[in-house]
């Protein structure tokens, strides 16, 4: 099976599935073991309170999906970092769909939330969405926005991107790899009725992937996007 960049890709199902339920279990064993994360988080003085100990767990989850993935495929599979897509590219890649792509990819997840929002005006929103709603003074901001617009992009495009998406796509071909992958995006959100526009995305950056060969690039749009939503949510909470 041939990966993004023409090489041979050195994993298959089993490894994305393994990655994913090994997401699963650390969430378990974090829940499990809440109260002894809060006696360390005590101890080492940080704050008790909802913000911080989300801010924990969000951390803990990068570090485990970054190197379930890195473990998986570079020391199990002896895949080089190239072919999770780890690959410089030009400027104009950077600029042309990192930087303006982002901006566009969420203008799309936006227009395309519109239907959504007129249907189901009281939806729930997303659980970063709330801790972006409680903040308490700009350094909490800056502690999520670089959760969501750096932590989040680089784990997301390394699983679903880097890993899931060359998978499907030699089983599927580009089109409906990235359509499939992007759907895999959108399910794994754990939000029904936000599915739609996270699997576009989802499908939009695959697609961003294919045209420059490097995740650094989906990686920029990704943080491009959750960026830029953030400062949005965060400013219309300032100017109420």
Known sequence: MEGINGQQLKWNWLEPILVYLGILFSGLLFSFCSEEIAFLMLAIGMPQTEMAFFAVAYVFQFMVTVLLVLFLS????????????????SWSNYWRYGIMGGLLLMLLVLLLGLPINYLQPDIQPQVFEEMLRSVQGGSEFIILLVMG????????ELFYRGMIYPVVRGYLGPLWGAIVAGLIFGLAHWDFWRTIPLAVGGAVLCYFYEKTGSILVTMLAHGVWNGVMAVIVYFSLINV
């Open 74 to 89: 570079v020391f199990v599979n002896n895949a080089g970092l190239n072919d999770l897509g780890l690959i410089n590219t």
């Open 149 to 156: 617009a750096v932590l989040a992009p680089v784990s997301e």
